[in-house]
């Protein structure tokens, strides 16, 4: 099993953001830096099981609140539409290590 932690504290823009999913993912040069581009790469990426947790959401900008929303769905469906992923929300003092919807 693989598990697979999104740290986004210190994340400040959306280049930053993108760049941090290229380095964890090991995503290609070719890789888009936008979300649409991110689904395309990691889709089909994981053939076994992963876990993918996502840690200090909550201290992205306000201001790239859209992007977070966009990203939030992008792992809700990527955990939906394959039975090799569960995602995980950890949050300050927050855990919600139950599998499922996000």
Same mark, same amino acid.
């Given at each position: 099993?693989?598990?697979?932690?999104?740290?986004?504290?210190?994340?400040k823009t959306h280049w930053t953001l993108h760049e941090y999913f290229k380095e964890v993912f090991h995503l290609p040069d070719y890789y888009g830096h936008n979300m649409d581009g991110l689904w395309d790469c990691l889709d089909c990426s994981f053939e076994c099981p992963t876990t993918?947790?996502?840690? /200090?959401? !909550?201290?992205?900008?306000? !201001?790239?609140? !859209?992007?977070? %929303?966009?990203?939030? %769905?992008?792992?809700?469906d990527l955990q939906r539409e /394959?039975? /090799?992923?569960?995602i995980q929300i950890k949050s300050g003092d927050i855990d919600d290590s139950s599998p499922g919807p996000l």
């Open positions: 099993m693989n598990h697979i932690t999104l740290d986004f504290d210190g994340i993918i947790v996502l840690k /200090n959401i !909550e201290k992205i900008p306000s !201001e790239m609140s !859209e992007a977070v %929303e966009i990203m939030l %769905e992008l792992f809700d /394959n039975e /090799n992923v569960t």
